[in-house]
Structure formats: structure tokens, C-alpha cells
């Protein structure tokens, strides 16, 4: 890896703790940012000659800290700051640096800079490319790219947000227990929804929102290793690891989308699911489960069958159960009924989801799902008229093109039939 | 004389790796294996520290989630070899810190070695292939 590769890599992994700990002293996020830019900036100079830092958050934050002073007190003619070449040799103004920032800050800096991107007011959308801004440090190309949108208008969106934030009042004193929690809940559900973001994408943007997936992957691992004993943290990093180890499966050569069912699981990654499954092991000793923890115990059962045939849909059934009293809704419900379709047949799963036609008459999966019980029940007239309907609310080409082969082997067979 | 060679890395930077960054790094380190590979015992790579637990010894015995040591380089994984001498293990570390930028490689001479009977396939989710 080259010198520039590894400062990219220590930069990134360090902007969190350093953007967090620069809007602890500066109390104004473009200030901490401006200053974190030119502390960048001069660690790309510095480095490459001087060698990494032994601990890079640390230079950051004093050099951007001292950047940002240095301006202010320029402007009002006083003296300079040493420069940051002095500085990074000296171990001893680095050491006790360090050391207040492992202190109590360290936690809570953190998880402010992310919790300001959960404001209730900003929907998802923003919150998420807020988040990859500011705390993953995406450029404003790189996230406009993601959204599949123009840089000019991605950055038009990014500030309203923040103007959005900068109006919010937010707590810079640490949190009580309470809130500090609370604050937690906010975070992983936006992490939550960065993941989902990139993963419910078609093949024409998946390419593009793979990242997404990663960058959820790395802020969930960021929140568990603040929040070490957390069981939902375990289990929202070990769900997001279990899902994305299938990306690779997930669509075939032309882009279409291949169920679960039918996917090659050579092509799923190990090393995720194994990291997934250990995560879930140390949850579940907790006796706390929630919602992240009961997703991830779906997604684990999934992981652990070698075939298809070999899932435990019962397991999934009475997980789905669980997970429906404790975040009750219509959705949860219907993927419910496909594992009891999976476990007991069609007719019952069947006469679970049609009273779920009001809240879900606009939903593609229930379309969907209907039509694929309907067909396994042989009723295939009332299968189409619910394929027709599924494809007409599809959301991803690749949606509609699953639905359009369900289609054409129903019009296939009836052919068949006919002839 | 046989060492175990400790790796010391942060792995908030190990882990922004991008996964193209992730693999040239797995790859040039299992070349320098492959040039090893008579003189080297067990090798592992170690899941994050977020995966950890620690059994703290007392009465009763407390189990914590999270690694033994809070440090700002984490133990990300170990090579046991056979050497001549420390300067040959010190050659060996140079070389893996070549294609591995950041951290640390720690020496530490073993007092007990026992190879184990498991096979490799029964455990690992990515073997080395010609371990």
C-alpha cells in the first residue's frame, strides 16, 4: 500500500473522533470541519515525510485546534502557534493530549457528530448523506454519485441540512445515562438505515451504493466498539455483516435480482457471516433481545443453512413472532406468512396475509407474496391478477423482472396446456 | 529457537481499508508466507476487538465483552515460526512490514509449543491455501 493509502486510510479512520472532539471546542460544526480540513492538509504534508503519528486522532485534532486559532488570532494581530512540524516530534506535548482524549470525551465526542445527523426534522434521506459527510467524510461528488444525483444539488441538500442542524440546539455537556442512550437508539437506527439504503438498491445502483453498505458496516462497528456491552449494537453490527455477506449473490450476470432460495452460497462471504454469528453468540449471553438482535437471529439462520432446503423456517417463523410484538406492523407480519409458508404450506400463510390488504394494497411484496401463494395453491387466474398488480407497484427494474418471469411461466404453462 | 510473532495495528485504520486495499495487503502478506512457509507454524488473522470477550479470572469468573487491553493498537493477529536467531524473526517482520503499513509487529520467544491435531479446514472461514 502506498504512503498515500495509508494516511487516506489513518485520515478516515481518525475523522470521526477528530471532527467530534474540534465541535466539542469550537461549539460550530463548519468551524470544527474547516479546521479538520486544514489539519488534513498539513498531515499530507507532514506524513509522507515525517512518518504517521503514533497517534493520529490526536495530531489532528491539536494541529486543527491550533489551525483554527491561529486564525482567529492572526486576524486579531497576536502571536502564532508553533508550527505543526515541532509539534508531531514532540512526544511529550503528544502524550498528554492522548491521554485526555482516551478520557471520558472520546465516547461521547463521537456519538454527538453522529447523533446531530439524526435530527427528527431532516428526512431519512438527508440524515444519511449528512452522516456520510460529516462523519465518514465523503466528498460532496462521492455522496451525490451514491443518490445518483448532481453534485450541485447534493451540495444544496447537504447545506440545508446542516443549516437545519446549526439551528438545533444541541448539548455539548455530556449526556446523562438517559439520554446518552437514547442517543444511542438514534444513531444505530441511522446507521440502520445507511446500510438499507445501499442494500435495497437495484443492480443499476447497486454498483454505485455498494459503498453504503461498507461505510454502515464500519460506523456500526465504530458504535459497538464505544459501546462494547451494548447486545442491540452487537446485534445491528452482526445483522448489517449477515446481509451484506450476500451481496455477492444477489443478482445474476444480466442484473436480475435471484431470491434467497436460489442464490449460490459459495458466493457468500465467510468471513462476514462468521463475524455475524460470533457477534450474535456474545448478544444472546445478554438476555436483552431487541429488535436488531431478533433481524440478525433471522439473518443468522439463513446464514447457517448449506442449502436452501436446509433453512429452518420454523426457527424463522417464531423469530418473525417475536419481532412482530415487539416492533408490531403489517410488513413484519407478511414475511411472517412466507416462513409459515415455508414451514406449513401455502393455504395458511395465505389466510394470514389477506387481511393485510388495507395497510398493504400499495405494497409490492404483498402483491407479490400473494401471487406466489396463490400459484403454489394452483389458483393461477387469481396468481396473475396478483403478479399484474405486484409489477405495477415494483420499485427496481430488477423487481419487476422477477415478477415478469413469474408471469411468463404462468403464460409458458398455459400455453403448455393449451397446445 | 520458535517465536510467535504478535500484530499490532490500529484497526480503525485496518478496517477503513477498502476491501481492493484489504486484499493487496492479504496478498503481498501471503507472499511473504509463501517465501516463509518452511520455517512457519500456525498463522491467523484475528476478527475485530468488538468481537472479543474476556473471561476476567476470580470467584466467580466475570465475563466482559470487549478485548483484555483497551490500547490504541489492537492485536489483529499472529505468525508462530521457527528461527535461527531473533535477527532472522526481526528479518522476517521487516518483510511483512513492507506490504503491511502501520503498527507493529511484537517478538515474543516460545517456552511451549503444541501443534494440535485440528484440521485446518474444520475451523477457519478463509484458509490459507499452502499453509
Not at chain 1, 475523522?15 to 479546521?35: H, I, K, M, S
Not at chain 1, 439551528?167 to 444513531?187: D, L, Q, W, Y
Not at chain 1, 432446503?309 to 407478511?334: F, H, N
Not at chain 2, 504478535?6 to 493487496?24: G, H, I, P, R
Request: net charge negative; with cysteine.
Amino acid at each position: 500500500m502506498s504512503d498515500l493509502a495509508w494516511i487516506d486510510a489513518a485520515i478516515t479512520s481518525a475523522r470521526p473522533q477528530a471532527v467530534g472532539a474540534l465541535l466539542r471546542y469550537f461549539r460550530d460544526l463548519d468551524t470544527a470541519e474547516e479546521a479538520f480540513q486544514e489539519a488534513c492538509l498539513r498531515a499530507l504534508r507532514n506524513w509522507p515525510q515525517k512518518g504517521p503519528p503514533r497517534d493520529p486522532a490526536a495530531w489532528l485534532i491539536m494541529v486543527g485546534r491550533n489551525a483554527a486559532l491561529d486564525g482567529k488570532r492572526k486576524s486579531s494581530r497576536q502571536t502564532e502557534l508553533p508550527p505543526e512540524d515541532q509539534i508531531s516530534d514532540v512526544e511529550d506535548v503528544e502524550t498528554p493530549m492522548a491521554e485526555r482524549l482516551d478520557g471520558a470525551h472520546y465516547r461521547d465526542d463521537i456519538l454527538r457528530l453522529m447523533f446531530i445527523c439524526c435530527h427528527p426534522d431532516l428526512p431519512a434521506t438527508q440524515q444519511i448523506a449528512l452522516a456520510l459527510r460529516i462523519v465518514s467524510g465523503l466528498t460532496v461528488r462521492q455522496i451525490a454519485r451514491v443518490f445518483l444525483v448532481g453534485e450541485a444539488a447534493m451540495e444544496q441538500r447537504i447545506t440545508r441540512a446542516k443549516a437545519r442542524i446549526a439551528k438545533a440546539e444541541v448539548a455539548f455537556e455530556a449526556p446523562g445515562p438517559v439520554e446518552r442512550s437514547e442517543r444511542v437508539a438514534a444513531v444505530a437506527h441511522m446507521v440502520y438505515l445507511v446500510f438499507t439504503e445501499g442494500y435495497t438498491a437495484g443492480w443499476e445502483t447497486a454498483q454505485a451504493r455498494a459503498p453504503l453498505c461498507d461505510e454502515a458496516i464500519r460506523l456500526a462497528r465504530l458504535l459497538l466498539r464505544l459501546f462494547q456491552t451494548e447486545p442491540e449494537i452487537m446485534g445491528l453490527t452482526a445483522l448489517l455483516l449477515l446481509q451484506n455477506s450476500r451481496a455477492a449473490a444477489r443478482f445474476d450476470a444480466e442484473g436480475a435480482a435471484v431470491l434467497l432460495d436460489d442464490q449460490d452460497r459459495s458466493l457468500w462471504d465467510r468471513e462476514a457471516i462468521g463475524e455475524g454469528l460470533a457477534l450474535m453468540d456474545k448478544a444472546v449471553r445478554h438476555q436483552r433481545p431487541g429488535p436488531y438482535q431478533v433481524q440478525a437471529a433471522i439473518a443468522a439462520l439463513h446464514a447457517r443453512a448449506e442449502t436452501a432446503a436446509d433453512t429452518d423456517w420454523a426457527g424463522i417463523e417464531q423469530l418473525y413472532g417475536a419481532l412482530e410484538v415487539m416492533t408490531p406492523s403489517p410488513v413484519i407480519t407478511l414475511n411472517r406468512a412466507v416462513a409459515v409458508s415455508k414451514a406449513r404450506g401455502p393455504a395458511e400463510a395465505l389466510a394470514m396475509i389477506e387481511p393485510l390488504e388495507a395497510p398493504l394494497a400499495g405494497y409490492f411484496y404483498w402483491h407479490g407474496a400473494r401471487g406466489a401463494f396463490l400459484l403454489q395453491l394452483d389458483r393461477k387466474a387469481e396468481a396473475r391478477e396478483a403478479f399484474d398488480r405486484a409489477i405495477a407497484m415494483a420499485n427496481t427494474a430488477a423487481e419487476a423482472a422477477h415478477i415478469r418471469g413469474q408471469i411468463d411461466r404462468l403464460t409458458a404453462d398455459a400455453a403448455k396446456a393449451a397446445s | 529457537m520458535l517465536y510467535a510473532v504478535l500484530c499490532y495495528n490500529s484497526e480503525e485504520a485496518v478496517f477503513s481499508w477498502t476491501a481492493e486495499q484489504d486484499a493487496k495487503v492479504m496478498a503481498d502478506l501471503m507472499g511473504v508466507q509463501q517465501r516463509w512457509a518452511h520455517k512457519l507454524g500456525p498463522t491467523a488473522r484475528l476478527m475485530p476487538t468488538t468481537a472479543a470477550t474476556t473471561l476476567r479470572k476470580g470467584e466467580p469468573p466475570l465475563v466482559i465483552d470487549g478485548p483484555f487491553a483497551e490500547t490504541k493498537e489492537q492485536l489483529l493477529g499472529f505468525y508462530t515460526i521457527n528461527c535461527e536467531d531473533l535477527e532472522e524473526v526481526l528479518t522476517f517482520c521487516k518483510e511483512l512490514g513492507a506490504v503491511n503499513p502501520g503498527g507493529a509487529y511484537e517478538v515474543r520467544p516460545l517456552h511451549f509449543f503444541n501443534n494440535g491435531a485440528l484440521p485446518a479446514d474444520a475451523v477457519s472461514p478463509r484458509v490459507a491455501e499452502s499453509a
